[in-house]
């Protein structure tokens, strides 16, 4: 199984990006995706997650500004972020795990490697 995060880069404050989660090795229908963050010197945290029932949920941080989704057809998973700021800048890591959704990282079987989002002007 592998996951391959994409989509990241240097953006302005205020700019958009769209992280996507590249899943092989297994079948997304029955899965709950969830993104993650990491920033340098702190702890990971989680950003957004969907289940498999396309329910979402997403951190106080990213409510209103960062959309989740999935494409189970694709075994693609995304994350559209707007209106980010530089206290968004973090590498983003996408994760898949069977069954319910959960917000802790420790639930999540498979992870990507990550990709990197700098927001600064």
């Known amino acids: 199984v592998q996951l391959q995060a994409s989509g990241g880069g240097l953006v302005q404050p205020g700019g958009s990006l769209k992280l996507s989660c590249e899943v092989s090795?297994?079948?997304?229908?029955?899965?709950?995706i969830a993104w993650y963050r990491q920033a340098p010197g702190k702890e990971r945290e989680g950003v957004s997650c969907?289940?498999?029932?396309?329910?979402?949920e997403h951190a106080v941080s990213a409510k209103g500004r960062f959309t989740i989704s999935r494409d189970n057809a694709r075994n693609m998973g995304y994350l559209e972020m707007t209106n980010l700021q530089p206290e968004d800048t973090a590498v983003y890591y996408c994760a898949a795990k069977w069954g319910l959704v959960t917000s802790r990282a420790k639930d999540y079987t498979y992870w990507g490697q990550g990709t990197q989002v700098t927001v600064s002007s």
């Open positions: 969907i289940a498999a029932s396309y329910a979402t």
């Open positions: 090795g297994l079948s997304l229908r029955h899965y709950a």
